[in-house]
């Protein structure tokens, strides 16, 4: 096996500088992958740099093949939008800058190309360039200049270096100035910043400073005066950036805006960047951290799980900003609370009943899959909707609407006692849980048997045959696919509060509320006081319609859509579960008490609704930590706060008793240890 040095020599030997482009970089990929080594320790790559500047000084016609290849390299490859563009999406759509992210990684560049944006990724393809990269020292990079780069070439790469730097600042400054005075985020900044005019200001300086440099040198007084004023200019332009989130929160947030937010502070981060490397006494050190930064950069611009880690941000953001009083009332707090909520969720239960016999008479028409799953859907929907109207609860709908609730506790984790009460949130979100699927769950049964012996009573004959009716139980045992599916519900349960959240955003960012209320055509057809009345209750409840409906559909129509794939599916909601069952055992009759059957069908429905609200509500918790970035160190004291509150008093989980203060756990790495007598 070829030692590190003989594949050094035969690099060396290979150089070529009248070598084809595609060729000329091939070389160029290859050494410096000599020089990524193993890829594990940036010193050793920093010696394998050093060993390669002893091979150049000891062979002075390789360094006189270097310079002419360097040459060529400079001549033919632009560096411009290496410096301007790369970590910054060509597109602000989601699905787009995805599927460009996917073709990149489906399709790679080309190594025949004259944009060192594109080539860059193929220079240095992996984290750890950027390590060695930040690893070179001074005495390292100027040994280098000096070796590689004679008086001459010196020269010409210092000219390069300050035109693509001025280039790039220019590229980027008129993306900053463009965005900032777009009307869709102009309109949206503070009245005294539009006043101002901080984007018009902003080319103006730059050509000051460009003119400084040219005429006086980089390091001129001139010249750093104008990146001073520069600077500032930048600096103002980000906090007028800034005051359009007040307008967002207000009226809306637009992931579009966000988005354009984000890469405007991203550009102004750059060309702060690129000043510094023009105004710098040492280029060299520089340009390493520069090359270093940017290797980082390429590798989160190209990664797909970064784009869904911040999409996800984004969407965390839209749904949990926009009022936490969304989901605070299906929270007790007191036991005259707690009992409205168990009366609450006994007529959701009624109701349910009614909902799983239609259910069932549905089922009977034979309809195919796809238009018995509208059916089942516009049930459901309508079901979810006359509950919502009479001020009655679904339980299992409760954990997904509460994620702006639970954000709104996350803002200040900045203590052991604030930790205690988000806890103390929890518990009390926990236990509404309990009373609400103890209600809907009684009711259903009760009334679902009910009406089942009505049907029979009143000779319209039975919801359900002998076969149907031991299918049902043997579909619902506890072991069998109840658990999967309940998963699958749980997932949809928390869905439709985010089409919720997307909704009730996208109906405030567009002012439908005064549409409705103020638009001629409205108060035409509606009459002025009827059309402001609709405005106002529009506004006010767009979220709980949406979340109903889309609920309702999607239990109905996501099984035969993705059955439709050939994935067996189905919903198991605690509360149709329970009146299949309840029907299933009325047909039955008093024997089915005594079939193991029945007992591992009533196991499934503590599975159900265990999973229903358990999945929706770790996924709305989840939500609500990525929407207030909290850190793995913050999520460790809050599971830690949860489990000694679940350790020390259990019963507060479920009963509607006064919560005592409880003396709060800090898991810090640096708490000092508790005092004799105090808890710890």
Not at 316 to 324: G, S, Y
Not at 444 to 451: I, M, R
Not at 476 to 490: K, Q, S
Not at 604 to 621: E, K, M, N, P, R
Request: charged share 20%.
């Amino acid at each position: 096996m070829a030692t590190p040095q003989l594949e050094l020599i035969d690099l060396l030997r290979a150089l070529d500088p009248q070598a084809p482009l595609a060729e000329r970089h091939l070389w160029l990929m290859q050494l410096l992958g000599w020089v990524r080594g193993s890829g594990n320790d940036p010193e050793a790559a920093v010696v394998r740099v050093r060993t390669l500047l002893d091979a150049a000084e000891l062979r002075s016609d390789w360094v006189t093949l270097w310079h002419q290849w360097w040459t060529e390299f400079l001549t033919e490859v632009d560096a411009t939008p290496l410096l301007a563009d790369l970590g910054f999406a060509p597109r602000s759509a989601f699905f787009a800058e995805l599927a460009d992210r996917l073709r990149r990684k489906l399709i790679p560049p080309t190594p025949e190309t004259t944009d060192l944006r594109e080539l860059y990724p193929l220079l240095f393809p992996t984290e750890f360039d950027a390590r060695w990269l930040r690893a070179l020292d001074q005495p390292t990079l100027e040994r280098l200049r000096r070796v590689l780069f004679a008086d001459e070439s010196n020269q010409g790469a210092q000219a390069y270096a300050l035109r693509t730097l001025l280039n790039a600042m220019a590229y980027a400054v008129i993306q900053i100035s463009a965005v900032g005075q777009s009307g869709e985020v102009r309109t949206r900044m503070a009245v005294e910043v539009q006043r101002e005019r901080p984007f018009a200001q902003l080319p103006i300086l730059f050509e000051d400073l460009r003119q400084a440099v040219l005429d006086h040198g980089r390091t001129s007084a001139p010249a750093l005066v104008a990146i001073g004023q520069l600077r500032e200019q930048l600096d103002a332009c980000r906090a007028a950036a800034s005051t359009v989130y007040a307008h967002l929160e207000e009226h809306g947030i637009s992931v579009h805006i966000e988005f354009q937010l984000r890469q405007l502070r991203q550009r102004i981060i750059r060309v702060k960047a690129l000043l510094l490397c023009l105004e710098t006494d040492e280029p060299a050190l520089a340009t390493a951290q520069l090359l270093s930064h940017l290797v980082r950069v390429q590798n989160d611009s190209s990664s797909v799980r970064v784009l869904v880690r911040s999409s996800t941000q984004l969407l965390a953001a839209k749904v949990t900003e926009r009022n936490a009083e969304t989901g605070a009332h299906y929270i007790t707090h007191s036991l005259r609370e707690y009992l409205q909520m168990l009366g609450a969720a006994a007529g959701g239960g009624a109701v349910m009943a009614i909902t799983t016999c239609s259910k069932l008479l549905i089922m009977a028409l034979g309809l195919s899959a796809f238009w018995g799953g509208v059916a089942a859907g516009l049930n459901y929907a309508i079901s979810f909707v006359i509950i919502m109207l009479l001020g009655w609860t679904v339980a299992t709908k409760q954990p997904a609407m509460t994620a702006p609730t639970m954000a709104a506790k996350l803002k200040q984790l900045d203590s052991p006692q604030a930790h205690e009460d988000f806890v103390t949130e929890v518990v009390h979100l926990l236990r509404s849980q309990v009373v609400a699927i103890v209600g809907n769950v009684a009711l259903v049964l009760l009334v679902a048997w009910a009406l089942a012996w009505a049907f029979q009573a009143l000779g319209w004959g039975a919801l359900v045959d002998d076969a149907h009716a031991r299918r049902i139980l043997d579909e619902h045992h506890m072991l069998g696919r109840t658990i999967p599916f309940a998963i699958v519900t749980g997932g949809l349960l928390f869905a439709s509060s985010i089409i919720a959240g997307w909704v009730e955003n996208w109906f405030v960012l567009h002012r439908l509320d005064s549409v409705i209320a103020y638009h001629p055509r409205s108060a035409r057809w509606l009459g002025v006081e009827r059309a402001r009345r609709w405005g106002r209750y529009w506004g006010q409840h767009v979220s709980s319609w949406t979340a109903n409906v889309s609920l309702g559909l999607l239990l109905g129509m996501v099984p035969p859509i993705v059955s439709f794939f050939g994935v067996p599916v189905e919903v198991r909601h605690v509360t149709l579960v329970s009146g299949q069952i309840a029907v299933a055992a009325q047909y039955l009759g008093a024997a089915v008490w005594q079939q193991p059957a029945l007992w591992w069908a009533a196991g499934g429905i503590a599975i159900t609704g265990f999973l229903d609200v358990a999945v929706s509500f770790y996924l709305a918790f989840r939500l609500a930590l990525a929407a207030q970035n909290v850190t793995g160190v913050d999520r460790r004291r809050l599971y830690a706060a949860m489990g000694w509150r679940l350790l020390r008093k259990p019963w507060t989980f479920v009963l509607p008793v006064a919560i005592q203060p409880v003396a709060p756990v800090d898991t810090r790495d640096d708490a000092p240890p508790a005092r004799p007598g105090t808890p710890g």
